[in-house]
């Protein structure tokens, strides 16, 4: 597996409270991205990061916020959980360059339950 | 909008059979398209790209653009081919993918 890790890995938490997930890559790799996986809708993306401080909003991205401060980290953040976000998440990293475009190596995921 | 639909959440054959996953896609230009798969407990991978025209565990993809289509086949499925399934296109002008809903797929013995 690509050097990406994701903590928690099991979370339960209750509606309003804020929540950060975070991802972890030891690949140098330029962009990282989360998705969120359910039933039905496939895995959809969050957020990504095309670089240190750079960020920008995927197809799901209401009631979340992320951050990139270096390389290796991309945090995600749930401001006020709520239940509708109780899901799968998923971190995916992709390295630059257009050979092998688009190839994203995915961490393990972290299974988060809004009560 | 680019989008990808795989009509079918879940299927089901026997071991030996031959297996099809469909995936459709919408793009007006030349799409550069991927399977991802996740097995149990592991994490989601690259299955196979359609530009490269490679088999992968005996999995190929052959890219219609006059239906805009690229399933998933085998001839002979394997119980360790059950799997969730994800076609994957990427969004132009951008280094992003947009995923199908996926196909969970079953072997029976």
């Known amino acids: 597996d690509a050097g990406i890790t994701q903590s928690p890995r099991h979370k339960v938490t209750e509606t309003g409270t804020p929540v950060t997930l975070r991802c972890h890559q030891t690949?140098?790799?330029?962009?990282m991205y989360w998705y969120r996986q359910d039933p039905g809708h496939g895995l959809r993306l969050i957020h990504y990061?095309?670089?240190?401080?750079?960020?920008d909003k995927g197809e799901v991205s209401d009631g979340y916020s992320v951050s990139r401060s270096k390389t290796e980290d991309f945090l995600l953040t749930l401001e006020s959980a709520t239940s509708s976000q109780t899901s799968v998440y998923f971190c995916?990293?992709?390295?630059?360059?257009?050979?092998?475009?688009?190839?994203?190596?995915f961490g393990p995921g972290t299974r988060l339950t809004v009560t | 909008a680019q989008r990808v639909t795989q009509p079918e959440k879940l299927l089901s054959v026997f071991k030996g059979a031959p297996v099809e996953l469909k995936c459709n896609y919408s793009?007006?230009?030349?799409?550069?398209l991927f399977w991802y798969v996740q097995y149990s407990r592991q994490r989601l991978q690259l299955l196979l790209r359609?530009?490269s025209r490679e088999s992968i565990k005996g999995f190929t993809a052959d890219l219609n653009k006059g239906e805009t289509s690229f399933h998933l086949k085998k001839p002979f499925a394997q119980e360790e081919d059950s799997a969730m399934y994800y076609c994957a296109l990427p969004i132009q002008g951008a280094q992003k993918l947009v995923f199908g809903q996926g196909t969970r797929l079953t072997i029976n013995p």
């Open positions: 690949e140098n790799h330029r962009y």
């Open positions: 793009y007006s230009g030349s799409p550069e």
């Open positions: 990061s095309y670089g240190v401080k750079d960020t």
């Open positions: 995916a990293t992709q390295t630059s360059g257009a050979s092998y475009s688009y190839e994203q190596y």
């Open positions: 359609h530009i």
